[in-house]
Nanobody
């Protein structure tokens, strides 16, 4: 499975961006990670295959929304009220087999898309 992430860019604080990640095949749990300069890659959000279960890191709760369209094999991350500390490279990831939305173990990774939030 190949993952193609898009939607990153430069935005002012308080602004919004929507990231998309298109998979070349069917997937189960999908997630978004981010890695800021000099920091470890962190799980930001994840969603189950049905979309009925979601996970958000405390730092993005209430501002980010994850969703998916299984007909298009695509997962989205709507990011609102962006802050400078959200600046990072965002990676989408996918599991092929069923797993927890809280896992950090994924089978496939996208190439990353840079989000820069200016103050």
């Amino acid at each position: 499975v190949q993952l193609q992430a898009s939607g990153g860019g430069l935005v002012q604080a308080g602004g919004s961006l929507r990231l998309s990640c298109a998979a070349s095949g069917s997937t189960d749990v999908m997630g978004w990670f981010r890695q800021a300069a000099g920091r470890e890659r962190d799980l930001v959000s994840a969603i189950s295959w049905t979309g009925g279960s979601t996970y958000y890191a405390n730092s993005v709760k209430g501002r980010f929304t994850i969703s998916r369209d299984n007909a298009k094999n695509t997962v989205y991350l709507q990011m609102n009220s962006l802050k400078p500390e959200d600046t990072a490279v965002y990676y989408c990831a996918a599991r092929i087999y069923s797993g927890s939305i809280y896992t950090r173990e994924y089978d496939y990774w996208g190439q990353g898309t840079l989000v820069t939030v200016s103050s």
